[in-house]
């Protein structure tokens, strides 16, 4: 029946009729089909290998490609910027809201879904017209890993997939070696400027933080994401300072703490940029985020070293 609600999403009849056509795409779970676990702990199953995909998020568009479905993909929402050619790919819209006439013409027969990311109304109305959404949120290094193999389990890219997975799993866990035995760096790593933000050790990046022999001064805060101002840093005086910034060239979060000279990253000048996209998306790129991360803290222990 077509309701109320769905006008206020934005959806005509035709497309509509169009959503219906794909509800055969969804098995129970009980079938001879391909099914994975989401990071809702909810299974979703398809009769066959998804064909026409859409990603909700730039990080699912990353992974999605990362698992080798990159071909499969018909819809992305904004800043979906990697790989390059994930650009030309129709956009439905941003990760916060979605234009669901424009994705439902599309006919997607996989929605990937982002946990925290999506309007929940919006994907539960995807879900209401047949179209199997599959939820995916890595919170660790193993479970970038995982989403990358279940993508590739729900697209028929299992061989390239498990690749991409097995050589990030190896990489990730080489750095933690290489670096767990260095000398600790007090590390503030500052995720957003206003209002002031900082990451805890549960938190992805502060995970990398860990493998990088970093001690996060924030780590203990009970929220992922903690907020905090320039007394708590002041107070914490760490050693490094690392931001990301806006944009992949933007370094003007580090010029905030030049005015704190006392400041022990200021005094040795350990003021560090890495690019968000490299260590803000849990997807195979942390491999050279942390990398990266890693050789800025070894700089600071460089330093400490000569002085």
Known sequence: MFTLANRKNGLTRGALGLALLLMPTVAPAHDHSRCAVDDRDREVCLYNAAQRI?????????????????????AVVSYSD?????????????HTRID?????????????????????????????????????????????ASAIERLARLAGTEVAGQAVA????????????RYRDREPVATFYQVWDEPLMSVNDQHLIGQVVDICGGQNVFGEQTRLVPRIDDEAVLAANPEAIVAGGMGEENRHWLTHWEQYANLKAVAEDNLFFVPPSLIQRPTPRLMEGTQLLCEKLDIARQKRERS
Request: cysteine-free; hydrophobic content about 40%; glycine content about 10%.
């Open 54 to 74: 859409a990603t909700l998020s730039p990080g699912a568009t990353e992974l999605t490609y990362a698992a080798g479905a990159g071909d499969q993909v018909v």
């Open 82 to 94: 990697y790989p390059p050619e994930a650009k030309q790919v129709a956009s439905v819209g941003s």
């Open 100 to 144: 669901l006439e424009k994705l439902v013409g599309l006919a997607p027969d996989l929605v990937i879904g982002w946990v925290t990311g999506n309007p929940a109304e919006q994907l539960e109305t995807l879900e209401a017209l047949g179209m199997p959404v599959f939820y995916i949120e890595p919170r660790d290094m193993d479970g970038v």
């Open 166 to 177: 097995d050589n990030f799993h190896t990489t990730m866990k080489a750095l933690e070696e």
